[in-house]
Protein backbone atom coordinates (compact mmCIF):
# COMPACT_ATOMS: atom_id res chain seq x y z
CA UNK A 1 0.00 0.00 0.00
CA UNK A 2 1.03 3.39 -0.99
CA UNK A 3 0.81 4.71 3.01
CA UNK A 4 4.13 6.71 4.19
CA UNK A 5 2.43 9.55 2.18
CA UNK A 6 -0.56 10.12 4.30
CA UNK A 7 0.98 10.51 7.58
CA UNK A 8 2.56 14.01 6.85
CA UNK A 9 -0.08 16.35 7.23
CA UNK A 10 -0.50 15.54 10.32
CA UNK A 11 2.44 15.50 11.61
CA UNK A 12 3.15 19.03 10.19
CA UNK A 13 -0.23 19.71 12.17
CA UNK A 14 1.06 18.72 15.50
CA UNK A 15 4.20 21.05 15.31
CA UNK A 16 3.27 23.93 13.34
CA UNK A 17 2.60 27.11 15.39
CA UNK A 18 -0.30 29.08 15.25
CA UNK A 19 -1.51 31.21 12.29
CA UNK A 20 -1.62 34.50 12.31
CA UNK A 21 -4.93 36.52 12.62
CA UNK A 22 -7.17 36.98 9.40
CA UNK A 23 -9.97 38.60 8.89
CA UNK A 24 -12.18 36.12 7.69
CA UNK A 25 -13.50 33.56 10.05
CA UNK A 26 -11.13 30.19 9.13
CA UNK A 27 -11.32 26.32 9.59
CA UNK A 28 -9.27 23.65 9.29
CA UNK A 29 -9.70 19.92 9.75
CA UNK A 30 -7.78 16.42 8.90
CA UNK A 31 -9.35 13.33 9.47
CA UNK A 32 -6.94 10.15 9.05
CA UNK A 33 -8.13 6.61 10.07
CA UNK A 34 -7.61 3.15 9.02
CA UNK A 35 -10.43 1.24 7.78
CA UNK A 36 -11.55 -3.24 7.26
CA UNK A 37 -14.30 -3.57 5.22
CA UNK A 38 -15.42 -7.41 4.79
CA UNK A 39 -17.12 -7.28 1.50
CA UNK A 40 -16.59 -3.76 -0.44
CA UNK A 41 -18.32 -4.81 -3.67
CA UNK A 42 -21.31 -6.78 -1.40
CA UNK A 43 -20.78 -9.99 -3.49
CA UNK A 44 -23.54 -12.45 -2.58
CA UNK A 45 -20.83 -15.06 -2.48
CA UNK A 46 -16.49 -15.07 -3.02
CA UNK A 47 -16.20 -11.84 -1.47
CA UNK A 48 -12.87 -10.44 -0.88
CA UNK A 49 -11.96 -8.00 2.25
CA UNK A 50 -9.41 -5.00 2.09
CA UNK A 51 -7.91 -2.53 4.36
CA UNK A 52 -8.37 0.82 3.65
CA UNK A 53 -6.08 3.96 4.43
CA UNK A 54 -8.01 7.55 4.83
CA UNK A 55 -6.99 11.24 4.96
CA UNK A 56 -9.15 13.56 4.79
CA UNK A 57 -8.28 17.34 4.92
CA UNK A 58 -10.85 20.40 4.97
CA UNK A 59 -10.87 24.34 4.86
CA UNK A 60 -13.80 26.41 6.05
CA UNK A 61 -14.18 30.17 4.87
CA UNK A 62 -16.49 32.85 6.22
CA UNK A 63 -17.29 36.10 5.94
CA UNK A 64 -19.54 38.54 6.86
CA UNK A 65 -20.35 42.22 5.96
CA UNK A 66 -23.32 43.79 6.59
CA UNK A 67 -26.72 42.08 5.27
CA UNK A 68 -24.10 39.77 3.24
CA UNK A 69 -22.52 36.09 4.15
CA UNK A 70 -20.24 34.22 1.77
CA UNK A 71 -18.60 30.70 2.43
CA UNK A 72 -16.49 28.36 1.06
CA UNK A 73 -14.74 24.96 1.73
CA UNK A 74 -12.87 22.67 0.30
CA UNK A 75 -12.06 19.01 0.92
CA UNK A 76 -10.00 16.24 -0.33
CA UNK A 77 -11.09 12.15 0.51
CA UNK A 78 -7.95 10.05 -0.20
CA UNK A 79 -8.47 6.53 0.13
CA UNK A 80 -5.27 3.69 -0.37
CA UNK A 81 -6.50 0.47 -0.76
CA UNK A 82 -4.27 -2.94 0.32
CA UNK A 83 -5.92 -4.77 -2.90
CA UNK A 84 -6.15 -2.91 -6.46
CA UNK A 85 -7.93 -5.27 -7.85
CA UNK A 86 -11.71 -4.67 -5.46
CA UNK A 87 -11.05 -1.38 -4.16
CA UNK A 88 -9.02 1.28 -5.89
CA UNK A 89 -6.82 3.95 -4.66
CA UNK A 90 -9.11 7.11 -4.91
CA UNK A 91 -8.60 10.83 -4.62
CA UNK A 92 -11.69 12.77 -4.64
CA UNK A 93 -12.11 16.39 -4.11
CA UNK A 94 -14.90 18.56 -3.20
CA UNK A 95 -15.87 22.15 -3.51
CA UNK A 96 -18.37 24.50 -1.85
CA UNK A 97 -19.57 28.04 -2.39
CA UNK A 98 -21.93 29.61 -0.96
CA UNK A 99 -23.73 33.68 -0.55
CA UNK A 100 -26.72 34.72 1.29
CA UNK A 101 -28.26 38.01 2.22
CA UNK A 102 -30.81 38.57 4.81
CA UNK A 103 -33.07 41.39 5.37
CA UNK A 104 -36.57 41.77 7.72
CA UNK A 105 -38.64 40.34 5.49
CA UNK A 106 -36.95 37.39 4.01
CA UNK A 107 -33.47 36.21 2.65
CA UNK A 108 -31.88 34.96 -0.92
CA UNK A 109 -29.01 32.50 -1.05
CA UNK A 110 -26.98 31.12 -4.23
CA UNK A 111 -24.60 27.77 -3.73
CA UNK A 112 -22.50 26.11 -5.97
CA UNK A 113 -20.82 22.75 -5.72
CA UNK A 114 -18.55 20.16 -7.41
CA UNK A 115 -18.15 16.58 -5.88
CA UNK A 116 -16.28 13.84 -6.99
CA UNK A 117 -17.47 10.35 -5.08
CA UNK A 118 -17.46 6.59 -5.75
CA UNK A 119 -20.24 5.32 -7.73
CA UNK A 120 -19.83 2.36 -4.98
CA UNK A 121 -20.97 4.72 -2.78
CA UNK A 122 -23.45 7.21 -4.75
CA UNK A 123 -25.20 4.55 -6.84
CA UNK A 124 -26.14 2.34 -3.70
CA UNK A 125 -27.68 5.31 -1.86
CA UNK A 126 -29.37 6.83 -4.86
CA UNK A 127 -30.76 3.60 -6.60
CA UNK A 128 -29.03 0.76 -4.77
CA UNK A 129 -27.31 -0.74 -7.56
CA UNK A 130 -24.15 -2.82 -6.39
CA UNK A 131 -21.77 -0.45 -9.34
CA UNK A 132 -18.04 -1.15 -10.23
CA UNK A 133 -15.85 1.40 -8.32
CA UNK A 134 -16.08 4.19 -10.71
CA UNK A 135 -16.20 7.83 -10.63
CA UNK A 136 -19.39 10.03 -10.21
CA UNK A 137 -18.64 13.83 -11.00
CA UNK A 138 -21.75 16.27 -9.66
CA UNK A 139 -21.70 19.83 -10.06
CA UNK A 140 -24.64 21.69 -8.92
CA UNK A 141 -26.02 25.46 -8.77
CA UNK A 142 -29.12 26.43 -6.46
CA UNK A 143 -31.04 29.46 -5.22
CA UNK A 144 -33.34 29.69 -2.25
CA UNK A 145 -35.48 32.88 -1.95
CA UNK A 146 -38.00 33.41 1.12
CA UNK A 147 -40.31 36.01 1.69
CA UNK A 148 -42.70 36.92 4.50
CA UNK A 149 -46.16 38.64 2.47
CA UNK A 150 -47.94 39.23 6.36
CA UNK A 151 -47.30 38.24 9.69
CA UNK A 152 -48.70 34.62 9.20
CA UNK A 153 -48.17 34.24 5.81
CA UNK A 154 -44.83 33.61 3.90
CA UNK A 155 -43.79 32.31 0.47
CA UNK A 156 -40.64 30.61 -0.42
CA UNK A 157 -39.21 29.53 -3.99
CA UNK A 158 -36.29 27.04 -4.32
CA UNK A 159 -34.58 26.28 -7.68
CA UNK A 160 -31.59 23.83 -8.95
CA UNK A 161 -29.36 22.24 -11.30
CA UNK A 162 -27.44 19.35 -11.28
CA UNK A 163 -24.72 18.16 -14.21
CA UNK A 164 -23.99 14.60 -13.22
CA UNK A 165 -21.34 12.51 -15.26
CA UNK A 166 -19.63 9.36 -14.68
CA UNK A 167 -16.10 8.16 -15.39
CA UNK A 168 -14.37 4.76 -15.04
CA UNK A 169 -16.46 1.97 -16.28
CA UNK A 170 -19.92 1.15 -15.32
CA UNK A 171 -23.21 1.21 -17.60
CA UNK A 172 -24.32 4.73 -15.85
CA UNK A 173 -26.24 7.55 -17.66
CA UNK A 174 -24.80 11.05 -17.79
CA UNK A 175 -27.41 13.63 -17.39
CA UNK A 176 -29.12 17.31 -16.25
CA UNK A 177 -31.43 17.51 -13.78
CA UNK A 178 -33.42 21.15 -13.59
CA UNK A 179 -35.93 21.19 -10.37
CA UNK A 180 -37.80 24.40 -9.47
CA UNK A 181 -40.36 24.40 -6.38
CA UNK A 182 -42.00 26.89 -4.37
CA UNK A 183 -43.91 26.58 -1.01
CA UNK A 184 -46.81 28.90 0.73
CA UNK A 185 -46.90 28.80 4.29
CA UNK A 186 -49.22 30.21 7.05
CA UNK A 187 -48.46 30.29 10.47
CA UNK A 188 -51.43 29.01 12.15
CA UNK A 189 -50.04 29.47 15.71
CA UNK A 190 -46.85 29.47 17.66
CA UNK A 191 -46.71 25.04 16.89
CA UNK A 192 -48.28 24.66 13.92
CA UNK A 193 -47.77 25.71 10.19
CA UNK A 194 -49.25 24.52 7.39
CA UNK A 195 -47.87 24.10 3.68
CA UNK A 196 -48.68 24.05 -0.02
CA UNK A 197 -46.22 22.93 -2.39
CA UNK A 198 -45.80 22.64 -6.31
CA UNK A 199 -42.73 21.22 -7.79
CA UNK A 200 -41.64 20.11 -11.15
CA UNK A 201 -38.43 18.60 -12.38
CA UNK A 202 -36.86 17.83 -15.92
CA UNK A 203 -34.16 14.89 -16.31
CA UNK A 204 -32.43 15.18 -19.26
CA UNK A 205 -29.86 12.37 -20.88
CA UNK A 206 -26.21 13.91 -21.55
CA UNK A 207 -22.71 12.54 -22.92
CA UNK A 208 -23.38 8.96 -24.71
CA UNK A 209 -26.88 9.08 -23.82
CA UNK A 210 -27.92 12.34 -25.55
CA UNK A 211 -31.18 12.00 -27.56
CA UNK A 212 -32.54 9.51 -25.44
CA UNK A 213 -36.11 10.30 -24.23
CA UNK A 214 -35.84 12.87 -21.35
CA UNK A 215 -38.32 12.52 -17.99
CA UNK A 216 -40.20 15.29 -16.46
CA UNK A 217 -41.50 15.14 -12.87
CA UNK A 218 -44.41 16.94 -11.35
CA UNK A 219 -46.91 17.51 -8.36
CA UNK A 220 -48.55 19.16 -5.73
CA UNK A 221 -48.21 18.63 -1.97
CA UNK A 222 -49.78 19.49 1.16
CA UNK A 223 -47.92 19.09 4.74
CA UNK A 224 -47.54 20.63 8.40
CA UNK A 225 -44.97 21.41 10.81
CA UNK A 226 -45.45 20.89 14.06
CA UNK A 227 -43.48 22.17 17.15
CA UNK A 228 -44.87 19.30 19.61
CA UNK A 229 -42.43 20.53 22.85
CA UNK A 230 -40.04 22.56 23.09
CA UNK A 231 -37.72 19.41 22.47
CA UNK A 232 -39.80 17.64 19.72
CA UNK A 233 -40.37 18.80 16.03
CA UNK A 234 -42.50 17.24 13.52
CA UNK A 235 -43.00 17.38 9.58
CA UNK A 236 -45.71 15.66 7.97
CA UNK A 237 -46.69 16.12 4.11
CA UNK A 238 -48.51 13.99 1.59
CA UNK A 239 -49.17 14.72 -2.57
CA UNK A 240 -48.99 13.44 -5.58
CA UNK A 241 -46.03 13.02 -8.56
CA UNK A 242 -46.78 12.37 -11.92
CA UNK A 243 -43.79 11.23 -13.97
CA UNK A 244 -43.76 11.41 -17.60
CA UNK A 245 -40.99 9.64 -20.00
CA UNK A 246 -40.94 6.35 -21.89
CA UNK A 247 -44.15 5.36 -19.80
CA UNK A 248 -45.93 7.77 -17.52
CA UNK A 249 -47.56 7.14 -14.11
CA UNK A 250 -48.76 8.73 -11.18
CA UNK A 251 -47.97 7.90 -7.36
CA UNK A 252 -48.50 8.96 -3.61
CA UNK A 253 -44.96 10.70 -2.97
CA UNK A 254 -44.95 11.50 1.43
CA UNK A 255 -42.73 12.12 4.27
CA UNK A 256 -42.32 12.36 7.64
CA UNK A 257 -39.91 13.33 10.19
CA UNK A 258 -39.60 14.08 13.83
CA UNK A 259 -36.54 15.17 15.71
CA UNK A 260 -35.84 15.47 18.92
CA UNK A 261 -33.05 17.68 20.80
CA UNK A 262 -32.36 17.13 24.44
CA UNK A 263 -29.28 18.31 26.37
CA UNK A 264 -27.85 14.80 26.30
CA UNK A 265 -30.36 12.69 23.44
CA UNK A 266 -30.63 14.03 20.17
CA UNK A 267 -32.49 11.99 17.52
CA UNK A 268 -33.73 11.81 13.73
CA UNK A 269 -36.36 9.33 12.45
CA UNK A 270 -37.93 10.14 9.18
CA UNK A 271 -39.32 8.33 6.45
CA UNK A 272 -40.12 9.13 2.91
CA UNK A 273 -41.50 7.95 -0.49
CA UNK A 274 -39.88 9.78 -3.34
CA UNK A 275 -38.63 9.55 -7.15
CA UNK A 276 -35.09 11.40 -7.65
CA UNK A 277 -32.81 11.17 -10.34
CA UNK A 278 -30.72 8.93 -11.00
CA UNK A 279 -27.53 7.44 -13.47
CA UNK A 280 -29.90 4.24 -14.41
CA UNK A 281 -31.65 6.43 -16.31
CA UNK A 282 -34.66 8.73 -15.38
CA UNK A 283 -35.88 8.80 -11.94
CA UNK A 284 -35.64 6.34 -9.37
CA UNK A 285 -38.60 5.61 -7.36
CA UNK A 286 -38.30 4.59 -3.21
CA UNK A 287 -39.31 4.14 0.00
CA UNK A 288 -36.93 4.81 2.53
CA UNK A 289 -36.61 5.22 6.52
CA UNK A 290 -33.64 6.61 8.03
CA UNK A 291 -32.65 7.31 11.98
CA UNK A 292 -30.28 9.32 13.96
CA UNK A 293 -29.51 8.53 17.90
CA UNK A 294 -26.85 10.72 19.61
CA UNK A 295 -26.16 10.84 23.26
CA UNK A 296 -23.61 12.96 25.14
CA UNK A 297 -22.47 10.20 27.75
CA UNK A 298 -20.36 13.01 28.87
CA UNK A 299 -18.67 16.10 28.05
CA UNK A 300 -15.71 14.70 26.63
CA UNK A 301 -17.43 12.00 25.22
CA UNK A 302 -20.55 10.65 22.35
CA UNK A 303 -21.91 7.29 21.08
CA UNK A 304 -24.40 7.20 18.70
CA UNK A 305 -26.71 4.90 16.06
CA UNK A 306 -26.97 5.82 12.30
CA UNK A 307 -29.27 3.94 10.13
CA UNK A 308 -31.03 3.49 7.12
CA UNK A 309 -33.29 1.15 5.05
CA UNK A 310 -34.28 1.44 1.42
CA UNK A 311 -36.96 -0.59 -0.76
CA UNK A 312 -36.48 0.55 -4.24
CA UNK A 313 -39.51 0.00 -6.87
CA UNK A 314 -37.72 1.20 -9.71
CA UNK A 315 -36.08 -1.62 -12.63
CA UNK A 316 -33.99 -2.44 -9.60
CA UNK A 317 -36.11 -3.69 -7.21
CA UNK A 318 -34.28 -4.73 -4.04
CA UNK A 319 -33.50 -3.25 -0.46
CA UNK A 320 -30.84 -1.99 1.15
CA UNK A 321 -29.37 -1.51 4.76
CA UNK A 322 -27.01 -0.02 6.89
CA UNK A 323 -26.03 0.11 10.55
CA UNK A 324 -23.43 2.41 12.30
CA UNK A 325 -22.80 2.52 15.70
CA UNK A 326 -19.81 4.87 16.63
CA UNK A 327 -18.25 6.40 19.45
CA UNK A 328 -16.02 9.62 19.98
CA UNK A 329 -13.58 11.13 22.60
CA UNK A 330 -12.35 14.24 22.80
CA UNK A 331 -8.88 14.17 23.51
CA UNK A 332 -7.88 17.81 23.28
CA UNK A 333 -9.57 20.89 22.29
CA UNK A 334 -8.39 20.20 18.82
CA UNK A 335 -8.26 16.59 18.50
CA UNK A 336 -10.52 13.74 18.93
CA UNK A 337 -10.78 10.19 18.49
CA UNK A 338 -13.65 8.27 16.61
CA UNK A 339 -14.51 4.31 16.14
CA UNK A 340 -17.18 2.49 14.40
CA UNK A 341 -18.75 -0.64 13.14
CA UNK A 342 -21.11 -0.89 10.13
CA UNK A 343 -23.31 -3.38 8.93
CA UNK A 344 -24.25 -3.05 5.05
CA UNK A 345 -26.86 -5.37 3.27
CA UNK A 346 -28.22 -6.03 -0.46
CA UNK A 347 -31.13 -8.35 -0.65
CA UNK A 348 -32.79 -9.02 -3.94
CA UNK A 349 -34.22 -12.24 -6.05
CA UNK A 350 -30.79 -14.26 -5.19
CA UNK A 351 -28.99 -14.34 -2.47
CA UNK A 352 -28.56 -11.87 0.60
CA UNK A 353 -25.23 -10.14 0.42
CA UNK A 354 -23.50 -8.18 3.51
CA UNK A 355 -20.29 -6.42 4.98
CA UNK A 356 -18.64 -5.56 8.30
CA UNK A 357 -16.73 -2.12 8.58
CA UNK A 358 -15.02 -1.32 11.23
CA UNK A 359 -13.00 2.20 11.24
CA UNK A 360 -11.02 3.85 13.65
CA UNK A 361 -10.06 7.52 13.04
CA UNK A 362 -8.70 10.59 14.52
CA UNK A 363 -9.24 14.30 13.79
CA UNK A 364 -7.68 17.55 14.55
CA UNK A 365 -10.37 20.43 14.17
CA UNK A 366 -9.31 23.40 14.94
CA UNK A 367 -12.76 25.99 14.52
CA UNK A 368 -10.99 29.42 14.40
CA UNK A 369 -7.25 30.06 12.48
Known amino acids: MRLAGLAGPLALLAVSPPLPASPFQQGLSVTSGLEYDSNPTLAA ?15 RLKWVKGADEWQASARLDAERSSDQSVSVDRDDPSLSLGW ?6 GALSLRAGYVEASTRVTELSDTGELAPDATRTEMTLDADWDRSLSERLSLGLNAGYKDVSYQGGGSFTDYDNIDIGLTLSYLLDETRTPYLSLTASRYEPDGDAAGQPSSRQYGPLAGIKWQATELLNVDLNTGLSRINGETSQTQWRSLASVSYQGERLASDLGYQ ?18 LDLRYAYSDLSDVGVTGSW ?22 TETWSLRGSFQIKEEKDTGPTAQAAVWMLS ?8
Open 45 to 59: SNDQAVWRVRLAPAY
Open 310 to 331: RKNRSDLANTTTSLVVWASREL
Open 362 to 369: VSYNRLEL
Open 100 to 105: TRENPL
Open 273 to 290: RAAGASGAGGYAESDRIT
